[in-house]
């Protein structure tokens, strides 16, 4: 009871602050007073509209008062909220995540090293092309045929699958590839920006390079290539903002349309 009598006598009672964490986010403040619900109102407008805040709760405490929680973002445990942001508060994170692509048939190695028995370059696109065309038809069997033969590749199993592949429709299979994704969450000038990389293949060394990469997640990664895109930015909050980065993994990328990094 002398709680509420002193509460009643002068006004919102400030309470201990407390520090929070909030994994893959980061700190914490928050700041706590007991009074009236009418005048903790008048806070709670004030602390907006003074900026900073991410978080507010207004509830009933007892005996008719409330209690006003107000939650600030912060830099690091001894940030009580409003200071200068910083590079020490940018938490990040790393994940290799699956991904279901296509790839034609052209590429199963059974058709490659089917195909690689015919030594000149100009008769192999023709074989290629030959088949493409058929099916579209743009010509006919026996035109196939004759270039099939002339190629030494008329009685290849792995072709006959192939042209029977696509006789069904089919042109393509599915394929599983990873994705590796790096999560930054902090003050955005503090945030990595790889944006002149965009559509660049980094090599896996040049990846696994970085400052922030953890070693131990490094053995998981494939050999290979692997394609930047572009980041996604979102704002958590006044101090926070969020970056996906990420890169498609494949055996190999075509340095004619996608340059090195």
Not at 56 to 63: G, I, K, T, V
Not at 190 to 196: G, S, T, V
């Amino acid at each position: 009871m002398p709680r509420v009598a002193s509460i009643a006598k002068s006004g919102p009672q400030p309470l201990e602050p407390a520090v929070g964490y909030r994994a893959n986010v980061g700190f914490t403040s928050q700041q706590r007073w007991v009074g009236r619900e009418s005048e903790l109102r008048d806070v709670l407008n004030q602390k907006v509209s003074e900026g900073g805040v991410v978080d507010a709760s207004l509830e009933h405490h007892e005996q008719g008062y409330y209690r006003l929680e107000i939650t600030y973002s912060t830099g690091s445990a001894t940030d009580t909220g409003g200071g200068v942001p910083n590079a020490q508060g940018v938490i990040t994170t790393w994940t290799r995540q699956r991904t279901r692509g296509e790839k034609s048939l052209w590429t199963v190695p059974a058709v490659v090293a089917a195909l690689a028995v015919v030594t000149d370059d100009a008769l192999r696109a023709r074989v290629r092309s030959d088949i493409e065309a058929y099916f579209r038809r743009e010509i006919d069997k026996d035109v196939l045929d004759s270039v099939l033969g002339k190629a030494g590749v008329n009685n290849q199993p792995a072709l006959k699958r192939l042209m029977a592949s696509f006789a069904a429709g089919e042109e393509s299979y599915a394929i599983e590839v990873f994705t590796v994704r790096r999560m930054q969450v902090g003050p955005l000038q503090y945030l990595q920006n790889d944006d002149a990389t965009i559509n660049r293949i980094w090599t896996r060394d040049r990846l696994v390079g970085q400052a922030n990469f953890p070693s131990a997640f490094a053995v998981r990664l494939p050999p290979g290539v692997y394609l930047q895109g572009a980041a996604e930015l979102t704002q958590q909050d006044e101090l926070r903002w969020q970056s996906v980065q990420e890169w498609d993994h494949a055996d190999t990328y075509s340095d004619w349309i996608y340059p090195l990094a």
